[in-house]
C-alpha cells in the first residue's frame, strides 16, 4: 500500500470513527457543502445525543485542501436559528471569517446558504466551527486541514498514515456518577460540566484504534474546541511535536501534550514497539463514560502485521 | 501621531478600559500610590459588583516603569482586613515580597499604608495583587509593566500600538444560565464556577477595542491571575510570542496561546488585514455573559483610516 | 556536605514530606516492592483522609534508578478490586505497561502479586499509577525517577539539592467554603471539584519547606496527575525550565509554568536571593484548604545559614 503507487499524503489522512466530505473541484478551487441541522449520534453503546451536525454528522466531517488552492465552502442552514461559519486559525478576509457579531460578514438564516471563499495558504490543522458559542457544544465543530503539496515533498516527509483526531466533552443528563444511563439525551449548552469525552464523537470502547506497521513513521493531529484542556498521551512511543497551532516547531520531543481550548497540535512517532497501546487524556474521570471505567477519551494505536 | 516626535514607548501603552495610574518621580525613582478599598465597578451594561479595588478600579491601574529604575509603591489599606501587595514574577528582596504568612515582608493593617521598594532591573509584563488569595478574586490586582529605555533601542524595536489585557473572571449571583440578571453583587470569594469573563474589568459588548492602522507592528500582552487557563485567539492575524513571562521566546509563531494562571504572554502582529476582528477567550462560556451571547473575554481590533 | 566525599546525585534528591523507597540490587537490576491498600493519610492537621496508598504511604514513595538498570517493581495487591500498575512516560514492552483493559498486560487481583520488569533508558521524571483511573485520585500514584549515571557527569552538572514535588487534589466532604471541618474522610472517587490541594500530601503549612544554602543550583521537578493544571511559581527566583516530561529543554527562562495533567517539568535555580520564599500553585482557590487561607498547594524555599 505504500509503495510509488501511492505518494499520495491525502489518500494517508484518515478520521477514524469518522469520514472525509466529499468535494467538487473546478479550476484550482475545492468546493464543500455543509448542512447545518439537528443531528442524532451515538457516543457510545446506547448513549445517543440529539445535537447540531454538519451533513448530519457530529463533530463534522474532515474537510481537506491542499496549499495554494482556493477554499470554497458553502453553508447551508437547517436549524431553526442563524448560523455562521468560522475556519479556526486560517488568516483570510474578514468578510470570510464568519463571525457576525464583530465582524462584517453575513449571518445566515435558517433557510439560506453562503458560500464562504478564501486562500488555503498556509499549510496545517485548522477547525471550522459555528460562529455562535452556544452552537458548538453541541456538535457544531469539524476538523479542517491544509496539506502541502506532494510534488514539493521527498518521500521521507510524507507520514505513511495521518490521523485527524477531534476532542470534545459533553455535559448529558445522567444519574449518579459511576453509571451509565441509557437512551437519548439533550446535551447541555455548554460542557461546564462534562461527564463524557470523546475522540471524534465516540468514547471508549468504541473509539476505532489507529492502525499501523511497524517501521511506519504517522502522525497525530489533536484539535480542541472544547472548554478544557485535554493532555494527550501516547502510551509505548515516545514523539515528536511537529507542529502547534499549524505552525511548525522543531527538536521537540515529549510523550504527554497538553492540547489546550482551540488549539491543534502535530505529533509524530516511529511505530517501533509493537502493541496495542492506548492513546488519551490523562485526566482521570475524562477516562470514565459518566464516571464508569473503563471509557472516554481514549483510543488505541493497533499494530497491523 | 507615529512620526519621530514620538520616540516614546511608554506613551504607546495603553490599557483598553484602564487607566494608567499617576506617578511622581525623584532621581532614578518611580512613585506610585495605591490605596485598596472597596470599589464598586460595573462589568457589563446593568451589571455591577461590590468588588475590591486599588484607588477605586477594577483590576488596579496600569503601573508603568522604566528598566534600571527603582520602583516605589506605597500601599495604603482603606479595607476592614489586613493585605499586602505582591509584584508577581519580579524577583526581589523577601523583605518587598508581600506575603507575610511566610516572608519577613510587613502585613499592613487597614488604616495603615507601607512604601514598597525594589529594583525594576527585569524588562517584562508583571502584575501586582494582594497577598491574601481570597482578595484577588474580588478584584485586588493590577498590571506592572516594565519597558526597556527607549534610548538602547531601534525605531523598529518599539511597537507602534502596546495594549495591556488583564483577563478575569467572576463568580457572580445570578439566575438560570442564558440570562443576565441586572443589579449589583458581591462576587463569591473564589472563582471557582465563574459565569462573567472580563478583559480590563468588561465583558463583551462593553470592552474597548483595540485600535491599529495598516501597516503597524503592534504589542499585546495578556495577564492572566486568574483560576482558570485562557486560550486567547486573534483572528485574522498571526502572531509571534515575544514573551513569556518577561523572558523573551524567539522564532515562536502562532494563533492561540494558551494563558495559564499567574502567566503572561506578549504577542506582536502585524495589521494587514483590515478587520474590525475578534481578540478572544476560546472556551465558548467564556463568549457568554452568564451563558448569553454575545458576551465575554472578547474584544476586537479596529482598524482605523 | 557537598564536598568531593558526596558526588552522588541520588543521594541528593529527595522528596519532601515523603520518603525514598527501599530496595535490593542484584546485577544490574534495581528491585522494589509496592503494596497497594487502603491507608490513612493526613493532609493537614486535623484532616485525614481513608485514601488507597502504595506501602501505605499517599502519594507513594519515591522509586530512584540509574540509566542503564533493570527496573524491577513487585506489585502486590492487598486492596478489595484487581489493579496494575503503570510507569506513566517511560517507553516499555506492552506487556509491562499495566493498562490490561487495552494492552496484553495482567490485571493483579486481591491477594495476588506481579513483577513488572523493563529497562531503564530514559532519563528523566516520571511517575507510576494505579491502571484503573478510579483508583489515581484516591492516592494510588508516586514518583518513579531515573537519574543519569554520576560517571559521565562533571560536578557542574549535578545540582546540590534535587527535589521532588508530587501535585495532588482531593475531593473531601466538608461543610461551607472558608471553614475546615475536622475529621477522617473518603475522598470522592474524581477530583472533579476538588478543595484541598497537596505537595507530596500535604497543604500548606504542613509542607516540609525545600531547604537550600546561598549558592546552591538547586533542581525541582513537579509532577502532576491531578485532574487540573497547576501552574507552578517560584517567588524571589527566576528558573530555568530543564526538562518537560523526561526530554531535556534548552534556554527557557520563567518564573511561572504550567504543569498540565499527566506532565512532569524538571526546573532549576541558582540560590542567590535568600528567603524564605514561597513555591506555590497561582490559582487562588487552590491556595486554601476548603476555601480557608492560608493553606493549599503552598511550600517554602528556605535558606540554611
Known amino acids: 500500500m505504500m509503495g510509488d503507487v501511492d505518494m499520495n499524503w491525502e489518500s494517508r489522512l484518515v478520521m477514524p470513527n469518522g469520514l472525509k466530505a466529499k468535494y467538487q473541484t473546478g479550476g484550482n478551487t475545492r ?6 441541522k439537528p443531528s442524532r449520534h451515538s457516543i457510545v453503546d446506547r448513549v445517543e445525543i440529539e445535537g447540531l451536525g454538519y451533513n448530519g454528522s457530529i ?14 465552502i458553502e453553508l ?14 486560517l488568516s483570510k478576509p474578514v468578510s470570510q471569517d464568519g463571525i457576525p457579531e464583530i465582524e462584517p ?13 478564501f486562500p488555503a495558504w498556509q499549510v496545517g490543522t485548522f477547525f471550522y466551527h459555528a460562529g455562535d458559542p452556544a452552537q458548538i457544544p453541541q456538535g457544531l465543530m469539524g476538523p479542517f486541514i491544509i496539506l502541502p503539496n506532494d510534488n514539493q515533498l521527498t518521500r521521507e516527509q510524507i507520514p505513511y498514515r495521518d490521523y485527524v483526531l477531534v476532542l470534545q466533552q459533553w455535559d448529558i443528563p445522567q444519574g449518579e456518577i459511576g453509571k451509565v444511563t441509557p437512551g437519548t439525551f439533550k446535551p447541555k449548552k455548554f460542557d461546564q460540566n462534562p461527564n463524557f469525552f470523546t475522540i471524534n464523537g465516540k468514547s471508549f470502547p468504541d473509539t476505532e484504534g489507529l492502525r499501523t506497521k511497524y517501521g511506519e513513521k504517522i502522525r497525530i493531529r489533536f484539535i480542541n474546541k472544547s472548554s478544557a484542556s485535554h493532555s494527550m498521551h501516547v502510551h509505548g512511543h515516545d514523539f515528536q511535536v511537529v507542529s502547534v497551532n499549524g505552525f511548525p516547531r522543531y527538536n521537540i520531543y515529549d510523550d504527554t501534550i497538553n492540547v489546550a481550548s482551540g488549539q491543534r497540535i502535530d505529533i509524530e512517532l516511529l511505530s517501533i514497539n509493537p502493541g496495542p497501546f492506548p492513546i488519551n487524556g490523562t485526566k482521570t474521570f475524562h477516562q470514565t463514560n459518566n464516571g464508569k471505567t473503563p471509557g472516554g477519551m481514549v483510543t488505541k494505536l493497533i499494530y497491523d502485521k
Open 31 to 36: 468546493y464543500y457543502k455543509l448542512v447545518a
Open 59 to 72: 463533530p463534522g466531517p474532515l474537510l481537506v485542501f491542499r496549499q495554494g488552492e482556493t477554499v470554497q
Open 76 to 89: 447551508e442552514n437547517q436549524l431553526d436559528k442563524p448560523t455562521s461559519l468560522h475556519v479556526h486559525g
Open 105 to 117: 460578514t453575513p449571518l445566515i438564516k435558517p433557510g439560506e446558504s453562503y458560500v464562504y471563499q
